[in-house]
């Protein structure tokens, strides 16, 4: 996480429908002190934040069960807009069906996480999809 801290806070984008979900990723993140942290309670507001200029995060973390606009459908908005499409985009989900991982990966997310998570495990593989994609931008 070094190289992380030395650079200016991330932004990261919550996209969950469930409040207490929201609120403890939030807060965690917000007590290691190097990422700004933006949330969205719906697809449709993860989507425009997304792809507001100003809000655009530098990661996105994904719930797929979420009542109107889906996971699915965030992810495939996301990634078949030009201006988002480099975003790195985390699932985590409480779908642990093979099924919904290939869509996801099919979709372009950069990992899939199964609820529950460590936060340990969670902040390591947020510094590795943020990594990656600095590497291959």
Known sequence: MSELKSNTAKKILIVDD???TRHS???SLKNIG???VLVAKS???GTWFATCSWHKPDLIILDLMMSGVDGFEVLRRVKQNKETSDIPVV????RCDEESRTRAQGLGCDDYIVKPVEL???LSRIEKALTSHKTAT
């Open 43 to 45: 697809g449709n507001m």
């Open 91 to 94: 699932i985590l989900t409480g």
């Open 25 to 27: 990723l939030k807060e």
């Open 34 to 36: 190097n990422y700004k």
């Open 120 to 122: 340990k495990d969670l």
């Open 18 to 20: 469930e409040a207490d």
